[in-house]
């Protein structure tokens, strides 16, 4: 699983709500041909990150490279089941990349156009957040 190798705190506030804003940073392709940018503001798990990277290299094979541009910084508390109120914050459960309207996800290069934006398609199907397959075209 992805998670931080060194945190300051081992556990994180929630942070405010999860509003629609518009992002300044990584909403532009940068290593690739095409990409997977988000449509909505949301949290996505570890799990998943991973789920859609052994999508992508499954897909791709040795020709095809792929960029990740998100990480799972933020840790995510849960308490266990038929706990009372009380005695604190729970324990942390997993890790999870806050990802906003506009921020690139993955890019891919290294095949030609209409195998990539099949890769992705596949690597959407993996994900909990709308996104849409941009090219730099």
């Not at 992805?2 to 999860?18: D, H, N, T, V, W």
């Not at 308490?79 to 506009?102: C, F, I, L, Q, S």
């Amino acid at each position: 699983m992805l998670q931080p190798k060194k945190l300051k705190y081992r556990k994180a506030f929630k942070g405010r709500s999860l509003k629609r804003k518009i992002i300044t940073k990584g909403h532009l392709l940068v290593h690739g041909e095409m990409g997977l940018k988000s449509l909505e503001t949301k949290m996505i798990d570890s799990r998943e990150i991973e789920a859609a990277i052994n999508e992508l290299k499954r897909r791709l094979g040795k020709k095809g490279r792929f960029w990740l541009r998100i990480f799972p910084h933020k840790p995510k508390t849960k308490k266990p089941p038929e706990v009372r109120m009380g005695g604190g914050k729970g324990d942390v459960e997993t890790y999870v990349a806050v990802v906003r309207p506009g921020t690139i996800m993955f890019e891919v290069s290294g095949l030609p156009a209409n195998d990539l934006k099949k890769v992705l398609y596949h690597v959407q199907r993996k994900l909990s957040v709308k996104t849409k397959i941009v090219s730099e075209i």
